[in-house]
């Protein structure tokens, strides 16, 4: 895990100024997120921890683009969001952000390869240039070999490559990743990091929600989250004292 990206003094990828969301909830509202003001820089890494409920899921929600704020301003690349429709929103989503999420979501009847390719119809890419962007994508993630097998004839944390690979296929700037290792055994999700890692050293920002401590200190920098506010920010070497107080979390 090496210090700060080279890219940092740059106008951050990600940028969010006082940023509310509410939830309308019967009669009452619900605040998921209040005045969260948070800037993520090109290149960086960022964890994003805190207890359930803490509006983890809302901020990478918004970050994604698939839910606007309530309150605040969100700029993504210099470029303000709040104008844009949804139209707009979809193209910047489908164009510059890769998903992974918890629980895979691969099509069970689908190869590998054509899980991996599915999110380049969007494109309206020929189906043999289709095919070579996912099979590249697999081999990032080193499972190229298994391109012709379906989900369920490989492991949870092949899964879990394939769907890196899947948001990798467009060739986003961005991974947004929320509890990528929630459904895997620690040496899986060790392995899951080590591909992220390797990611984020080539260029590609990741921003990743996750509860484990052991998995956060991935991030150059973990944000955490309480009651939809940051409650605070530390750096890796910050986050990595507080874990070698508490013996068991060196992941
Ligand atoms: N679509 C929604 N409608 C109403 N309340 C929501 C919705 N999404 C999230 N919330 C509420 O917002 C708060 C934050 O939720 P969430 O962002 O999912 O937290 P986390 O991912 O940290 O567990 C919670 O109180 C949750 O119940
Ligand atoms: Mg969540």
Redesign the pocket.
């Known amino acids: 895990m090496d210090g700060q990206p080279a890219e940092s003094r740059a106008e951050p990828l990600l940028a969010l100024r006082g940023v509310g969301?509410q939830?309308?909830?019967g009669r009452n509202v619900?605040?998921?997120?209040t005045d969260v003001t948070l800037t993520v820089a090109a290149g960086e890494f960022v964890s994003i921890v805190?207890?359930?409920?803490?509006?983890?899921?809302?901020?990478?929600?918004i970050l994604g683009l698939l839910d606007r704020p309530t309150s605040g301003a969100y700029q993504l690349a210099g470029r303000p969001m709040e104008r844009m429709g949804a139209r707009q929103l979809a193209a910047e989503r489908n164009e510059r952000i890769g998903f992974v999420f918890q629980s895979f979501y691969l099509l069970p009847h689908l190869r590998l390869v054509d899980n991996v390719a599915a999110p380049l119809l969007y494109f309206g890419m020929a189906p043999g240039r289709r095919v070579e962007r996912a099979m590249a994508a697999l081999r990032l993630v080193g499972i190229d070999h298994l391109a012709q097998r379906r989900p369920t004839q490989v492991s949870g944390g092949q899964q879990q490559r394939a769907a890196i690979a899947r948001a990798l296929v467009t060739h986003p700037r961005l991974i947004l990743a929320?509890e990528p290792t929630g459904n895997l055994d620690t040496r899986t999700s060790r392995e899951i990091m080590d591909v992220f890692r390797t990611l984020n050293t080539e260029g590609l920002t990741i921003v990743q929600?996750t509860h484990e401590p052991g998995i956060a200190r991935y991030g150059h920098r973990i944000v955490a989250?309480r009651d939809?506010r940051v409650e605070s920010v530390a750096s890796q070497a910050e986050w990595q004292s507080t874990l070698d107080e508490k013996d068991g979390w060196s992941v």
Request: without cysteine.
């Open positions: 969301k939830y309308p909830s619900v605040s998921a997120l805190g207890p359930s409920g803490s509006g983890k899921s809302t901020l990478m929600n929320d929600v989250m939809g």
